[in-house]
């Protein structure tokens, strides 16, 4: 059996893009400046390697609150509180920016912008910034993970409005009842678990940036992981690195099995 043909307009379009996305890789490529490979390259890797292999099992748990238990649970605490604020504040945001019969468009654009324009600074940029305002240490890391999430808790829970089933709104109101009544039986039963189940997808999110705010300064276990880099203790970065491996997938795996009972 043949297959058909391809008419050759679309062959040649098909090329086209081809040809772009050569150009552009080609264009990327030629902007990046690149002095060849330092020749400490190999030594360095070794060590790395070795200290990922052999990490320091003493930073585990010292007792002085700076160990590694201690600051996987502040870094926890920090996506956990930023979490929590930005799930708050997100609600008003997401309202504004629903696409419903009870808002604008004009209203709604504008809050989708607004929300845009949130979510354009990354973490760590904001983290520098609040560093810069409230000094360093985790409240500077709980301010910088919430105020992006905003951005990001906010677009989800609008879609959630818009994508909300009205059938149930409109059989409460036809039947008698009020906007109370509308509220509790049809509204909140359908947005609360969406809400949750965003939120916990957002905290599994924050844990991540919350391993590296430290980096600058906002406080969690990446202020230590800068140090031990910088000391070049390739066996305390590797102890380091598997504490944050086993964090992040003890709280994928919790928050996932939480999602699929919700949704």
Do not use: C
Not at 102 to 130: Q, W, Y
């Amino acid at each position: 059996m043949m297959l058909p043909t391809q008419p050759k307009k679309n062959r040649y379009k098909t090329i086209l893009i081809v040809l772009i996305l050569v150009a552009i890789y080609v264009w990327a490529f030629a902007g990046i400046p690149f002095g060849g490979i330092k020749d400490t390259a190999g030594s360095v890797s070794k060590a790395i390697f070795s200290g990922l292999i052999h990490p320091d099992w003493s930073y585990v748990y010292m007792g002085d609150g700076e160990d590694l238990v201690s600051l996987l649970i502040e870094t926890i605490a920090i996506a956990f509180l930023g979490t929590f604020i930005s799930a708050v504040l997100s609600l008003p945001f997401a309202f504004w920016a629903a696409r419903n019969k009870k808002n604008k468009r004009f209203v709604s654009t504008t809050g989708k912008f607004v929300l845009t324009a949130i979510r354009t600074f990354p973490e760590i940029v904001l983290a520098i910034m609040f560093i810069k305002t409230v000094g360093p240490g985790s409240f500077a890391g709980v301010l910088a993970v919430s105020i992006h999430s905003i951005g990001m808790l906010a677009k989800l829970y609008s879609e959630a409005i818009e994508n909300m089933d009205q059938g149930p709104s409109e059989s409460i109101i036809s039947a008698g009842g009020n906007k109370i009544d509308v509220l509790f039986f049809a509204t909140l039963p359908q947005l609360v678990p969406e809400f949750i189940s965003y939120t916990l997808y957002r905290f599994e999110l924050a844990v991540r940036s919350a391993s590296i705010l430290g980096i600058v300064g906002a406080g969690g276990i990446g202020t230590p992981m800068i140090f031990a880099i910088d000391a070049r203790s390739w066996d305390r970065v590797g102890i380091i690195l598997i504490g944050i491996i086993v964090m992040v997938t003890l709280i994928d795996f919790l928050s996932g099995a939480l999602r699929k009972k919700l949704v």
